[in-house]
């Protein structure tokens, strides 16, 4: 993997990662583009980029990474733990699932339930404003919700943000909690993917790895700033209207 290759990827990694569109779908529309050949090699590098991403959640919301928010963090885990449980039992049948096809479909159909979802959505009405907020029963739910992530194309963002808006959150504290469940939920899939490819960093490119870390790192932390200044003045519309569009562009191309 050449530097060329390494940014391409920190930049789709970086940007589509806690966003409700799947950075699945993307990989593989960048992967065709660029003549990018899924190895082992490359496995190893997206735990690198998957870690920057998990270091920019930390810094923007290093403020609740403490003591203090020990109720905030028992929640979360509460929240990660139905993911982590089914997809332990199910990780055979999860990797069966993946194809071209699925991804394109669940982009589509997860495009049409942010559309319904925004129709019939009150934000005046919504009792939690806050990430503090949240009960144990909501962050069960959004735990709940989290399992459909399983499904390729689903967007893991997309899952719990709809998982939080329904159990009466607002946007923003939705997409918050989101990004901060990504920090046990990517840093165990992290963690599990460096003990599977811990010898193929032997063969890496590591300028291309270090240059890859940081735009990942910089794009992720970018995003998530203007993806929150987003959602003060809009909703999440757009991004159902362009997961069904790329949906659509996905079967299309296959």
């Known amino acids: 993997m050449d530097i060329f290759q390494a940014i391409i990827i920190g930049i789709i990694e970086g940007f589509t990662e806690f966003l409700p569109i799947s950075s699945t779908g993307h990989m593989i529309i960048a992967s065709d583009f660029f003549g990018i050949q899924e190895s082992e090699l490359i496995k190893a590098y997206q735990v690198i980029i998957q870690f920057a991403a998990i270091l920019a959640v930390m810094l923007i919301y290093r403020?609740?990474?403490?003591?203090?928010?020990?109720?905030?963090?028992?929640?979360?885990?509460?929240?990660?733990?139905?993911?982590?449980?089914?997809?332990?039992?199910?990780?055979?049948y999860i990797k069966a699932l993946f194809s071209v096809e699925v991804v394109a479909i669940m982009f589509i159909v997860g495009g049409f339930i942010f559309l319904i979802v925004e129709r019939f959505y009150k934000e005046d009405q919504s009792h939690t404003t806050h990430v503090e907020e949240v009960s144990y029963s909501q962050a069960l739910w959004i735990g709940v919700a989290q399992i459909f992530s399983l499904i390729p194309g689903t967007s893991r963002a997309g899952?719990?943000?709809?998982?939080?808006?329904?159990?009466?959150?607002?946007?923003?504290?939705?997409?918050?909690?989101?990004?901060?469940?990504a920090i046990p939920v990517m840093g165990a899939v992290t963690a599990y993917d460096l003990l599977k490819h811990y010898k193929d960093f032997a063969d890496a490119n590591w300028v291309a790895f270090i240059i890859g870390f940081i735009v990942a790192f910089v794009v992720a932390y970018i995003t998530i700033k203007l993806f929150l200044a987003f959602l003060q003045r809009f909703t999440f519309v757009a991004f159902g209207i362009y997961r069904i569009i790329f949906g659509v562009i996905l079967l299309f191309i296959i």
């Open 159 to 181: 899952a719990t943000i709809i998982g939080g808006m329904l159990t009466g959150m607002d946007r923003k504290s939705s997409a918050e909690f989101s990004f901060l469940l």
């Open 63 to 92: 403020d609740k990474i403490t003591l203090s928010q020990i109720e905030l963090w028992k929640k979360l885990l509460l929240a990660f733990l139905p993911l982590a449980i089914i997809g332990f039992i199910f990780k055979d």
